[in-house]
């Protein structure tokens, strides 16, 4: 079973920028594609983006981040990032990644039953 650990979250000021990393150990993530997924207080949890398994040709984005994040994986790292660019209050939340089959699934699926991070907090505010 692969272990993940996500990082890079923080504090950051509306129109700044953060880079979370989901990295894996215990088994290699070239089979899984790779969601990140977001839930804040009070709110349902969200889908973020996905990033296809073995050479992350295909990637997929929630319309409300289309344009400000990119997902990227790195194979030899065995790791996973998610560049959060132009952020907003509203993508204030915890962040997680889990690994999936294959293929993506469409992002409105947030349960997923392969590894999960612990999460990391992204809070946008001035």
């Known amino acids: 079973q692969v272990q993940l650990v996500e990082s890079g979250g923080g504090l950051v000021q509306p129109g700044g920028s953060l880079t979370l990393s989901c990295a894996a150990s215990g088994s290699t993530l070239d089979y899984y594609a790779i969601n990140w997924v977001r839930q804040a207080p009070g709110k349902e949890r969200e889908g973020v983006s996905c990033?296809?398994?073995?050479?992350?040709?295909?990637?997929y984005y929630a319309d409300s981040v289309k344009g400000r994040f990119t997902i990227s994986r790195d194979n030899v790292k065995n790791t996973v990032y998610l560049q959060m660019n132009n952020l907003k209050p509203e993508d204030t939340a915890v962040y997680y990644c889990a690994t999936d089959g294959w293929f993506c699934r469409p992002l409105e699926v947030t349960e997923f039953p392969g590894s999960w991070g612990q999460g990391t907090q992204v809070t946008v505010s001035s």
């Open positions: 990033i296809s398994s073995s050479d992350g040709s295909t990637t």
